[in-house]
């Protein structure tokens, strides 16, 4: 009995949750024969004890039909992260979500959607139950990044299924348009659909919703801070200083909203050549760690430019699940890690609130009213860093 039966019958054991077997992810390691004894490794990045032993059930059934008497598969995992509820005050229109994850950016074009993908699928993979919202209305790209652009969620009442793909549960603007059909909408419509989003879409009771931003710091992200509270916030730069510049305005965002900061991921940072695994200073690397400090944040990751991500963003097939040896594929799995542990670190210092950016207004006011009647209220005193009190973000 030689290693290539033991791989090719292993081939039968598919992940749990997905449609590639433990072979194909690169699971299965240190394969050692002895007569009709066999031991080997199943390296998983899941920390969920159901998943362990369905594995291992299953790799030793396989086993056993190929002749092997005894079989020893020791399956490793990373430590399993403390399961906690949010514990918040404020409002939150999605109480059945456990936490939530704003990825965001100053600028465009910085491969934010990519990111959201990527850290969605990598926490998929480690065990955790996982939705991703599209709420870059302008330019939803999460559809075909997926590979769902050809499908449309199932409408049930006033509700709405989420798509899914790769453990994922899935929506966005654009798998309710035409393709090709613009949206222009005012930001109070921006909002609303935020809104709906959280609260007409049947999410199941996920572990973590990655909610994709649109670029900036304007109406959608406050909308989103007063209707739940974020766990965390993730922004995305490119290593040129200006994006770096709009970077900052990301991170004071997450600050003024009282978001939790996870950290920066660099993205596009140096460049790997895929025929000699080289990797090269393209627009700089490094330069994110410093504005990250100025934050009290740290970078979480550096994802470099690779042709098999561009690859697998236009074909809907994340590099993460379709290439999961891949340099980039193990910086995702990495930054997935460490924005789990971020989590379970606010959670135990209470969890996330965002009671201090509700507006406080009267329904039908204006929080920016220069008017008479707002004029002949003094405002009361406040210091620097106070908020005007308004709910209107300024602080």
């Known amino acids: 009995m ?12 598919t992940y749990p949750g997905f449609t590639k077997d433990i072979v194909t992810f690169g699971f299965v390691k240190d394969i050692i024969i002895n007569g009709s004894n066999i ?16 594995l291992n059930d299953e790799s030793t059934a396989e086993l056993k039909k190929l002749g092997f008497e005894q079989v020893s598969i020791n399956v490793t995992a990373p430590a399993a992260p403390k399961q906690m509820s949010n514990s918040v005050s404020g409002k939150n229109i999605a109480p059945h979500v456990k936490n939530f ?31 991703l919202l599209d709420a870059d209305m302008y330019g939803p790209n999460v559809p075909r990044m997926m590979g769902v652009a050809d499908q449309k969620p199932e409408i049930e009442g006033n509700k709405v299924h989420p798509l899914k793909a790769y453990g994922v ?14 949206l222009i909408w005012r930001g109070s419509m921006i909002m609303k659909a935020i809104e709906q989003f959280l609260r007409d879409i049947l999410w199941s009771e996920l572990d973590v919703l990655v909610i994709d931003m649109p670029p900036g710091t304007g109406d959608a992200q406050l909308s989103l801070a007063q209707s739940v509270p974020v766990t965390a916030g993730v922004t ?11 970077s900052r305005r990301s991170l004071d965002m997450f600050q003024k909203l009282h978001i939790p ?16 695994d080289t990797e090269s200073d393209i627009f700089g690397m490094g330069t994110t760690a410093p504005v990250a400090l100025e934050y009290d944040t740290e970078l979480i990751a550096r994802i470099p430019i690779e042709p098999a991500i561009r690859i697998g963003g236009d074909t809907g097939m994340p590099i993460t699940y379709n290439q999961p040896d891949s340099e980039t594929a193990k910086r995702y799995q990495a930054a997935a890690t460490s924005l789990l542990a971020f989590i379970d670190k606010v959670n ?7 009671a201090a950016v509700q507006p406080t207004t009267p329904p039908g006011v204006s929080a920016c009213s220069t008017g008479a009647g707002a004029a002949s209220t003094p405002a009361p005193a406040k210091s620097e860093d106070e908020s005007c009190g308004t709910g209107c973000g300024c602080h």
Request: aromatic share 0%; hydrophobic share 40%; glycine share 12%.
């Open 2 to 13: 030689t290693q290539e039966n033991v791989l090719e019958a292993l081939k039968n054991v």
């Open 39 to 54: 031991a080997l490794t199943i390296d998983i990045t899941s920390s969920a004890d159901e998943v362990k032993a369905q």
């Open 101 to 131: 994850v704003m990825v965001s950016s100053g600028k465009g074009g910085v491969g934010k959607s990519t990111t959201a993908v990527n850290l969605a699928v990598a926490m998929a993979m480690q065990g955790k139950k996982v939705g």
């Open 169 to 182: 549960e899935i929506m966005s603007m654009g798998s309710l348009m035409e393709p090709g059909q613009s």
């Open 236 to 246: 995305v730069t490119t290593p040129q200083e200006v994006s770096l510049d709009d």
């Open 261 to 276: 900061t996870a950290g920066v991921i660099e993205n596009m940072s140096g460049f790997i050549c895929p025929s000699c």
């Open 348 to 354: 135990a210092e209470g969890g996330a609130d965002n």
